[in-house]
């Protein structure tokens, strides 16, 4: 199986996880000039943009961890994006979410980075 494929079946394990949390999905795979993020959801009054990273094993390091610096910016030009054409404005308000699996473990970090510039 490739990776994309692979991937493509954790993004929807997180969206089912996600929605059993009372999230509602609205976008799945967003793409757009910016990039692109795994999930856009709802959760009360927040948009929440989800990134989602396996790792099989710990040889390449933990989940999260995969979420650095430059992945944040990059997630962060997505969402201004999107809230820019969804809404005309980028005052909504927001949250950069990361569901991160280790093998068959899953774990949920709410509000784990702020915006990126």
């Not at 093998?103 to 949920?108: A, F, L, N, S, V």
């Amino acid at each position: 199986m490739n990776k994309r494929k692979i991937g493509g079946g954790y993004e929807a394990k997180a969206a089912g996880f996600l929605q059993r949390q009372g999230l509602a999905i609205k976008e799945k795979n967003y793409r757009c000039k910016m990039g692109e993020v795994d999930l856009v959801a709802t959760d009360g009054k927040y948009l929440v943009f989800v990134e989602v990273k396996y790792r099989s094993d710990g040889r390449s390091g933990a989940s999260l961890a995969a979420v650095d610096r430059k992945k944040r910016r990059a997630i962060s030009r997505v969402a201004q994006y999107y809230l820019v054409t969804h809404y005309g404005t980028t005052e909504i308000a927001c949250r950069f979410d990361v569901v991160g699996f280790d093998g068959e473990e899953i774990r949920w970090i709410p509000n784990a980075f702020d915006f990126c510039t």
